[in-house]
């Protein structure tokens, strides 16, 4: 079964990395076609190549395969790149035992490997992937008979690059950190309304497209929305001034969302206008009980520095209406809150599509559903 994100789980995480896994695969082959370019030539000038010498070209050949080879999200993680530099630093090692001091190209190939350490996924794993790199150096170097000569400075040498490219990378992901905190406080200014702190228009018409998506997918997953305008507003607003209106908002806002059950949303469609997307509606009776529990919860007045109450008129629109885009759905619910605003406010009434909606528009909004579906 589809299983339909609630509004807490809609939004998932970022973790950034550095860097970007589309960029991580041009700059790992050219870092690794530069290893092998530089370690490959001392071979060549030794021809013919020996057999141990053929197995070593064999492993970066299959190294390069699986660089070019892997997709894009394992590109960065810990396994692959401990795979590809430890590969690496195995054959570099080898061909080390073949050499009788330490080649300027050797020390190069280190910091070759040490810039491909680079791209593990976090400091920690970078500086361990360091250390073993470095180890494999050191060691190399004891094989060798080399611990005392001034080769051992490259140690060093390898451990503060380590630093610097582990240091480097945590000010990347400190700033892509903070973009993305500004971006989300810059979103959570513009979908939320000011004076209650509610979803505002647009991001509930953004969570009704998506409950409108997972409906398509899973027809278990359906939804109603209850549209909703008070009723006694605007004398309040008038005699009290703009202050205690703004105060009824609040408080309004508060005891609709205690009204609701978890995972559902309370949103501030403008003025006195608020909206409700309730899920889980098996039938028409889930969102009678919503709607019922509004009603009575507004019974009880509001201090805004006297006693003063205001009822709503609701429009239910359930998802079993044709429609296609979430202004579909806003549409058929405001229709039925204006009829219940006629029949004597106070109340809620269902849509109609039949009785709401004009035939040519009906007509219209089947077209683009079959288009939509199709």
């Known amino acids: 079964m589809v299983r339909c994100a609630a509004r807490g789980d809609v939004q998932a995480g970022r973790n950034p990395q550095f860097p970007e896994t589309t960029g991580a695969r041009v700059y790992l082959v050219m870092l690794q076609l530069l290893f092998v370019a530089i370690l490959v030539e001392p071979l060549l000038r030794t021809l013919p190549i020996?057999?141990?010498?053929?197995?070593?070209?064999?492993?970066?050949?299959?190294l390069m395969v699986a660089l070019l080879a892997a997709p894009?999200?394992?590109?960065?993680?810990?396994?692959?790149?401990?795979?590809?530099?430890?590969?690496?630093s195995t054959v570099l090692s080898h061909t080390?035992?073949?050499?009788?001091?330490?080649?300027?190209?050797?020390?190069?190939?280190?910091?070759l490997l040490m810039v491909t350490v680079s791209y593990a996924p976090s400091i920690p794993k970078i500086v361990v992937?360091?250390?073993?790199?470095?180890?494999?150096y050191a060691l190399s170097l004891y094989r060798l008979g080399l611990f005392?000569?001034?080769?051992?400075?490259?140690?060093?040498?390898?451990?503060?690059?380590?630093?610097?490219l582990a240091s480097k990378n945590r000010i990347v992901q400190a700033e892509i950190e903070r973009l993305t905190e500004t971006d989300e406080q810059t979103r959570y200014r513009t979908m939320t309304d000011a004076l209650t702190g509610l979803p505002n228009r647009a991001q509930f018409l953004e969570q009704v497209a998506r409950a409108i998506q997972c409906n398509r997918a899973n027809k278990d997953a359906q939804f109603a929305i209850l549209f909703i305008d008070l009723d006694g507003f605007k004398p309040i607003n008038d005699r009290l001034g703009h202050k205690a209106g703004d105060a009824v908002l609040r408080h309004t806002a508060k005891r609709f969302q205690a009204c609701m059950r978890k995972g559902d949303l309370v949103g501030r469609y403008g003025g006195d206008e608020f909206t409700l997307l309730v899920h889980h509606v098996i039938d028409p009776a889930d969102a009678i009980r919503v709607a019922e529990r509004v009603l009575a919860k507004l019974k009880e007045p509001i201090d805004v520095g006297e006693a003063v109450l205001v009822g709503a008129s609701i429009g239910i629109a359930l998802s079993t209406n044709l429609h296609e885009q979430p202004e579909d759905m806003i549409r058929d619910a405001d229709g039925a809150m204006y009829r219940a605003k006629a029949q004597g406010k106070n109340q809620y009434v269902f849509s109609d599509q039949a009785r709401d909606i004009p035939n040519a528009e009906l007509k219209d909004r089947l077209k683009r559903v079959v288009r939509a579906r199709w």
């Open 72 to 88: 894009r999200r394992l590109l960065t993680t810990t396994w692959f790149i401990a795979l590809l530099s430890m590969g690496d």
């Open 96 to 111: 080390m035992q073949h050499v009788s001091t330490i080649e300027p190209w050797i020390m190069c190939e280190f910091l």
């Open 148 to 164: 005392e000569t001034d080769h051992v400075l490259l140690l060093p040498v390898l451990l503060c690059v380590s630093l610097a």
């Open 129 to 136: 992937l360091s250390g073993l790199v470095a180890g494999l």
């Open 50 to 62: 020996t057999q141990p010498q053929g197995i070593l070209l064999g492993v970066l050949a299959v």
